[in-house]
């Protein structure tokens, strides 16, 4: 047995999001199943649809920033109750065996993540369809809980946003003493600097806008630098410890490795279409790195978003009704949106 459900999809790169109903599978032992009430819209999102990185499977239902109420358990499940809050993010199953799931490294799985859509459905066949939808069912071990005092809707960007940065800043050790820069304020790093923050590091905002200068310190950045202006720049030559690369766009990563400390690192996050061309001497100088991080996993998921409970930390969200998505897209290709597009799936 399965089931039809109203989604929100594409059946092709050129075509806008359109409603079509999709196949979901009935309730498996170890399922839990929920309603959807908010999906975030991320980046990745738009690239999918636009099949910018050349692996898009149409027809597609994008979302991976899922936030709903629990409406049925498998008879094995044991951690989620009907009506609990919870959340999906990009990853809804893995091996379990690797030496990446035994560390609980879910979304470095060695034989294949499956993520949330556009990935190999095991159950149904095909590929996963995402959270524009009315319902989503995933394994019990893969879904989220979202803490009472988190506000849904602004909590649903935490799926991707929150834990894509969280992971690099908690491995890197983003604490006390330390100088943590954010290179980018859009979806990804307007939350960074909110969980950097929190973590108690001083916060540095490097961004090639003047609005978003003077809003980082609303956001509760220490500082912000405009990148093009040379001589605010070279204030923080050699004195940044780590910095989160939340940038897709084509930059020239020297500048940023110029500023690092000794020891010091710059994690990329963001997903530039090009190459980046690194100067030698900019990383043996110092003992710099230049190092990546991708999203995280579930354990650290759930980590990260009791971390955001405990510090009352959301995203800064605008609502979309269903109608509102390719509309909500054009936009966020042009960069209007502060700072996370969410829909309201109870519009659908």
Known sequence: ??????????????????????????????????????????????????????????????GHEIVGRVTAV?????????????????????????????????????????????????????????GFSKTYACKSDYMLHVPDSLDLAASAPLLCAGITVYSPLKHWQAGPGKVVGILGIGGLGHVAIKIA?????KVVVFTTSQAKVEDAKRLG??????????????????????????????????EYLR?????????????????LEIGAFNVVKGRRSFAGSNIGGIAETQEMLDFCAEHN?????????ADQVNEAFERLEKGDVKYRFVVDMSTL
């Open 221 to 254: 950045a220490d500082d912000a630098v405009l990148s093009s202006d040379a001589d605010q720049m070279a204030a923080y030559a050699s004195k940044v410890d780590l910095i989160i690369d939340t940038v897709s766009a084509p930059h020239d990563i020297n």
């Open 1 to 62: 047995m399965t089931k039809q459900v109203q989604a929100l999809g594409t059946v092709d790169a050129t075509q806008p999001l359109k409603i079509m109903k999709i196949t979901r599978r009935e309730l498996q032992p170890d399922d839990v199943e929920m309603d959807i009430l908010y999906c975030g819209i991320c980046h990745s999102d738009l690239h999918q649809i636009k099949n910018d990185f050349g692996a898009a499977h149409f027809p597609m239902v994008p």
């Open 259 to 275: 500023l690092l400390a000794i020891d010091g690192t710059v994690v990329l996050v963001g997903l530039p279409p090009k190459p």
């Open 197 to 201: 923050k929190a973590m108690g590091s």
């Open 74 to 130: 498998g008879s094995n499940v044991t951690n989620f109750k009907v009506g609990d809050s919870a959340a999906v993010g990009c990853i809804v199953d893995s091996c379990g065996h690797c030496p990446a799931c035994e560390r609980d490294l879910q979304q470095f799985c060695e034989e294949g993540t499956t993520l949330s859509f556009n990935s190999p459905d095991k159950h149904l066949g095909g590929m996963t369809f995402g």
């Open 313 to 321: 930390i959301t995203a800064d969200i605008e609502m979309v009704n």
